[in-house]
């Protein structure tokens, strides 16, 4: 049980990414599919953030070296530590000879990219989901693969009339 | 120029057509523009890729520090003895597939969508160009979603011509994320060992911890599954013979080519330089799953490549079996048989490509895919039906032809392990190639023409493909002959370097 909670993000990680695998294959609806596949992915996100991060670590900001002439007191806000690189003076890494303790930014830089390329992969999905709805009336797997099943016995479209007429009709 | 290209050619051939993508994809669809400057670029990345392997082969190893940050913090290109041929053969397959396109993709997606297609197929050469010369792990995944996006439009543009292309891109879609996630999450499970992203750096650590510890096993493990969804492993091939079937014909000649080659490279990588067959966990994997599943894939896939009656699905299903038989060289774990699954990896480019090409041709000229209605082509089409009879006595392994030179390569390396169940599962599936190869060119050849390729007189018409699809494929008919007649100087030439490239310290 200890365990359990001493791994809490990892737990997580796991009931997410198992959660997104089964939808992605239990659902038999194209759009249910594709949320399946951004929950699995989100679940990798969290991963690589949870590696990156170091018990008590403070974020990866520049520190004023407090031995530097200039006296800068300590504080890592944002705008300090871009007006401290910006004039030239002498600074240090957190945790590089110092004491200053810092999470891991790396993983996060990477998790910039794998959600943009998440973005375009779930873009792309929907585009093709809204030809296919398009082409075959319907979002639903089985009832397309039934009219290709069709289609490749006989080579003709049994798909009916479009979704339109017949909401014109009634 | 030449020295420029020589120092930056490696990050060159990847920048130039994915810059050059964006423009192609905003040209206005005027008579053949865009197909224009696609083959421009095409011919100038085969160009920096020719000058680029000549440097590697002056130099042995070539290491680019993008943007002048040094590895291992910098991200770097490497291009050794192993994946500098892969290079070449992706930009090769590129240009001519870009040449076959002009005809084929006017007939299948319409005109105006060529500037996008044109773009899709620039930014997947740029992929797979990235996916297999550069030396990070997670830059790996980056291009490899590239290539897979671009993909993935590219095989729902067969809509046009078969519905059923949308739905297999979809299908593709899901596996093939789901396979790049895999991936990644093997990545991340690797800098938590190592603390790198450089795969040479990430080799010296995992040898320094003896294999390392279990994140390590499970590390291998995902980036072998995410893998081999990517290149078609056996139980893993399903959105394949979908995604080839009903992509059009350009997309996949170009697919087969090079996409499942590149994830193959991958594979070779992972298993051999970041990893080691000297670590317990990864030899097990290899000689029991690996060559299992390749064996399995080899007899499954070519029995359900003869039941087939779309030739299209027949040779994506014979695409499954061979990807088994370079599987196979990689489970045998030597020299030899790395070496012959190496050529096997090029040859099958060569030789799946063309038999791609001439059945686009084929379609493209009597608007046919089955098997049973390919009646009498070697009359109608003869110089496209001889090009596809050498190269499917290419796949069989007919002698002096490629697959002859790859298959004995593969055979012998399997009986120097004393492995003669491999030697005798390569015969009968090469006996299962002759057959559902056979097959086609019995209708093509003995079957006579549908009476529509008859004129008043009862004479045949000829109805040759057009020169711009005759020149691709009887290129890659010729250099399946070259590679059969001249196999032993190429074997020892390229593919025993890039194997003892893998296998650094071992003996033939």
Redesign the interface.
Same mark, same amino acid.
């Given at each position: 049980m200890d365990g359990l909670f001493s791994h809490f993000n990892y737990v997580v990680v796991i009931i997410l990414m198992m959660t997104g695998?089964y939808v992605?294959f239990a659902s038999r609806n194209?759009i249910k599919?594709l949320v399946g596949?951004s929950v699995?992915?989100t679940s990798?996100f969290l991963? =690589?953030i949870t590696?990156a991060k170091v018990a008590g670590g403070q974020p990866p900001i520049l520190v004023k070296d407090k031995s530097s002439p200039t006296g800068y007191d300590d504080h890592s806000a944002y705008v300090d530590t871009v007006e401290l690189a910006a004039s030239g003076a002498t600074y240090i890494l957190p945790g590089q000879g110092s004491e200053v303790l810092y999470s891991n930014p790396?993983?996060h830089v990477?998790i910039l990219? +794998?959600i943009v390329?998440g973005v +375009? &992969?779930l873009a792309?999905?929907l585009a093709? &989901?809204v030809?296919?709805r398009e082409? =075959?009336q319907t979002i639903e797997?089985d009832t397309?693969?039934e009219r290709?099943f069709q289609?490749n016995l006989e080579g003709i479209d049994r798909s009916g009339p479009r979704y339109d007429d017949k909401l014109r009709n009634t | 120029m030449m020295s420029w290209l020589s120092t930056h050619g490696a990050a060159f051939a990847i920048v130039l057509p994915l810059l050059a993508a964006a423009i192609v994809a905003l040209l206005p669809s005027v008579r053949r523009l865009a197909w224009a400057c696609a083959l421009v670029i095409g011919v100038a990345v085969l160009a920096t890729t020719v000058i680029v392997l000549q440097t590697q082969m002056d130099v042995g190893v070539i290491v680019y520090e993008m943007g002048g940050w040094a590895p291992p913090h910098g991200i770097s290109l490497r291009l050794d003895a192993v994946n500098a041929p892969i290079l070449l053969l992706i930009a090769a397959m590129g240009v001519l597939s870009l040449v076959y396109a002009e005809p084929a993709v006017n007939a299948e997606v319409s005109r105006k969508k060529s500037g996008p297609f044109y773009a899709a197929l620039l930014l997947c050469i740029a992929g797979l160009m990235g996916m297999v010369v550069t030396g990070d792990a997670?830059n790996v995944? %980056?291009f490899l979603?590239v290539s897979s996006?671009s993909t993935?439009?590219l095989v !729902?543009m067969g !809509?046009n011509r078969d *519905? *059923?292309a $949308? #739905?297999a891109?979809?299908n593709y $879609?899901?596996l093939g #994320? @789901?396979g !790049?996630?895999f991936f %990644? @999450?093997g990545v991340?499970f690797l800098? !938590?060992e190592t603390g790198t $992203?450089n795969m040479e750096d990430m080799r010296a650590i995992l040898a320094n911890l003896d294999g390392g510890s279990r994140v390590a096993k499970v590390a291998f493990g995902f980036i072998v599954v995410g893998l081999g969804l990517k290149l078609a492993m056996f139980p893993l091939h399903t959105w394949l013979p979908g995604a080839y079937a009903y992509s059009p014909t350009v997309v996949t000649a170009f697919l087969a080519s090079t996409a499942t080659k590149a994830a193959l490279y991958l594979l070779y990588r992972f298993c051999f330089t970041v990893f080691d067959p000297s670590f317990d966990y990864v030899a097990v994997v290899l000689t029991y799953v690996v060559t299992g599943l390749a064996v399995t894939g080899m007899i499954f896939a070519s029995l359900q490549a003869f039941f087939q009656t779309d030739a299209r699905r027949t040779l994506a299903f014979s695409s499954v079996a061979q990807v088994g038989y370079m599987l196979l060289g990689i489970g045998i774990i030597s020299v030899a048989g790395l070496a012959g699954s190496y050529l096997h990896l090029i040859n099958h480019a060569v030789v799946k490509g063309g038999l791609f090409l001439a059945l686009g041709a084929m379609w493209y000229r009597f608007g046919i895919t089955r098997i049973s209605d390919m009646a009498g082509l070697s009359k109608t089409m003869p110089i496209t039906t001889a090009a596809f009879t050498i190269l499917a006595f290419s796949l069989i392994g007919v002698p002096f032809t490629a697959g002859f030179v790859s298959k004995v390569a593969l055979a012998e390396a399997a009986a120097e392990k004393g492995w003669w169940w491999a030697v005798a599962v390569i015969m009968i599936t090469s006996i299962l190639a002759l057959f559902y190869m056979g097959r086609m060119m019995m209708v093509a050849y003995f079957n006579p023409p549908s009476d529509n390729c008859l004129d008043g007189n009862g004479k045949i018409i000829r109805r040759e493909a057009p020169i711009l699809m005759l020149i691709p494929l009887v290129g890659l008919a010729i250099m399946s002959l070259l590679i059969g007649i001249r196999g032993n100087v190429i074997l020892t030439d390229i593919s025993e370097n890039a194997a003892r490239a893998l296998i650094p310290g071992v003996g033939l």
């Amino acid at each position: 049980m200890d365990g359990l909670f001493s791994h809490f993000n990892y737990v997580v990680v796991i009931i997410l990414m198992m959660t997104g695998l089964y939808v992605v294959f239990a659902s038999r609806n194209l759009i249910k599919k594709l949320v399946g596949l951004s929950v699995f992915q989100t679940s990798v996100f969290l991963f =690589y953030i949870t590696l990156a991060k170091v018990a008590g670590g403070q974020p990866p900001i520049l520190v004023k070296d407090k031995s530097s002439p200039t006296g800068y007191d300590d504080h890592s806000a944002y705008v300090d530590t871009v007006e401290l690189a910006a004039s030239g003076a002498t600074y240090i890494l957190p945790g590089q000879g110092s004491e200053v303790l810092y999470s891991n930014p790396l993983p996060h830089v990477l998790i910039l990219t +794998a959600i943009v390329v998440g973005v +375009a &992969t779930l873009a792309i999905g929907l585009a093709l &989901t809204v030809r296919i709805r398009e082409v =075959y009336q319907t979002i639903e797997m089985d009832t397309i693969e039934e009219r290709d099943f069709q289609y490749n016995l006989e080579g003709i479209d049994r798909s009916g009339p479009r979704y339109d007429d017949k909401l014109r009709n009634t | 120029m030449m020295s420029w290209l020589s120092t930056h050619g490696a990050a060159f051939a990847i920048v130039l057509p994915l810059l050059a993508a964006a423009i192609v994809a905003l040209l206005p669809s005027v008579r053949r523009l865009a197909w224009a400057c696609a083959l421009v670029i095409g011919v100038a990345v085969l160009a920096t890729t020719v000058i680029v392997l000549q440097t590697q082969m002056d130099v042995g190893v070539i290491v680019y520090e993008m943007g002048g940050w040094a590895p291992p913090h910098g991200i770097s290109l490497r291009l050794d003895a192993v994946n500098a041929p892969i290079l070449l053969l992706i930009a090769a397959m590129g240009v001519l597939s870009l040449v076959y396109a002009e005809p084929a993709v006017n007939a299948e997606v319409s005109r105006k969508k060529s500037g996008p297609f044109y773009a899709a197929l620039l930014l997947c050469i740029a992929g797979l160009m990235g996916m297999v010369v550069t030396g990070d792990a997670f830059n790996v995944f %980056v291009f490899l979603e590239v290539s897979s996006i671009s993909t993935y439009t590219l095989v !729902a543009m067969g !809509a046009n011509r078969d *519905r *059923r292309a $949308l #739905s297999a891109a979809f299908n593709y $879609l899901i596996l093939g #994320s @789901i396979g !790049a996630t895999f991936f %990644v @999450i093997g990545v991340g499970f690797l800098y !938590a060992e190592t603390g790198t $992203l450089n795969m040479e750096d990430m080799r010296a650590i995992l040898a320094n911890l003896d294999g390392g510890s279990r994140v390590a096993k499970v590390a291998f493990g995902f980036i072998v599954v995410g893998l081999g969804l990517k290149l078609a492993m056996f139980p893993l091939h399903t959105w394949l013979p979908g995604a080839y079937a009903y992509s059009p014909t350009v997309v996949t000649a170009f697919l087969a080519s090079t996409a499942t080659k590149a994830a193959l490279y991958l594979l070779y990588r992972f298993c051999f330089t970041v990893f080691d067959p000297s670590f317990d966990y990864v030899a097990v994997v290899l000689t029991y799953v690996v060559t299992g599943l390749a064996v399995t894939g080899m007899i499954f896939a070519s029995l359900q490549a003869f039941f087939q009656t779309d030739a299209r699905r027949t040779l994506a299903f014979s695409s499954v079996a061979q990807v088994g038989y370079m599987l196979l060289g990689i489970g045998i774990i030597s020299v030899a048989g790395l070496a012959g699954s190496y050529l096997h990896l090029i040859n099958h480019a060569v030789v799946k490509g063309g038999l791609f090409l001439a059945l686009g041709a084929m379609w493209y000229r009597f608007g046919i895919t089955r098997i049973s209605d390919m009646a009498g082509l070697s009359k109608t089409m003869p110089i496209t039906t001889a090009a596809f009879t050498i190269l499917a006595f290419s796949l069989i392994g007919v002698p002096f032809t490629a697959g002859f030179v790859s298959k004995v390569a593969l055979a012998e390396a399997a009986a120097e392990k004393g492995w003669w169940w491999a030697v005798a599962v390569i015969m009968i599936t090469s006996i299962l190639a002759l057959f559902y190869m056979g097959r086609m060119m019995m209708v093509a050849y003995f079957n006579p023409p549908s009476d529509n390729c008859l004129d008043g007189n009862g004479k045949i018409i000829r109805r040759e493909a057009p020169i711009l699809m005759l020149i691709p494929l009887v290129g890659l008919a010729i250099m399946s002959l070259l590679i059969g007649i001249r196999g032993n100087v190429i074997l020892t030439d390229i593919s025993e370097n890039a194997a003892r490239a893998l296998i650094p310290g071992v003996g033939l």
